[in-house]
Nanobody, 125 residues
Framework: VQLQAYGGGLVQAGGSLRLSCAAS????????VGWFRQAPGKEREFVAA????????YYADSVKGRFTISSDSAKKMVYLQMNNLKTDDTANYYC???????????????????WGQGTLVTVSS
């Protein structure tokens, strides 16, 4: 599946943004979906994910309580609602999908099969 991520932009610290991830064809039904981010000069890091077989959502400690991953009922879109943004959240954000990733590997970028292009989030102080 090809993915498209969008919704990034410039926001002040304390503000909110909602990122969207869509499959270019069809839906994301049957896929585990995750969000990662990469700040300049840093490694890509896990942000949030849900597994297709488990009803739970998973978050990095740095975003827990501020970010929420969700999908629409038709499984065409996956969202990352980001609240109380901090300057440290500035990064390119990527969505990823996989039908075969196992639960213990959700936070491992190398375990995801399909990636969208990044969308830039810039949080100003």
């Amino acid at each position: 599946v090809q993915l498209q991520a969008y919704g990034g932009g410039l926001v002040q610290a304390g503000g909110s943004l909602r990122l969207s991830c869509a499959a270019s064809e069809g839906t994301l039904r049957g896929y585990s979906v995750g969000w990662f981010r990469q700040a300049p000069g840093k490694e890509r890091e896990f942000v949030a994910a849900f597994h297709r077989s488990v009803g739970n959502t998973y978050y990095a400690d740095s975003v827990k309580g501020r970010f929420t991953i969700s999908s629409d009922s038709a499984k065409k879109m996956v969202y990352l609602q980001m609240n109380n943004l901090k300057t440290d959240d500035t990064a390119n954000y990527y969505c990823a999908a996989s039908t075969s990733i196992i639960l213990s590997q959700l936070n491992n970028q190398f375990s995801w099969r399909n990636w969208g292009q990044g969308t830039l989030v810039t949080v100003s102080s």
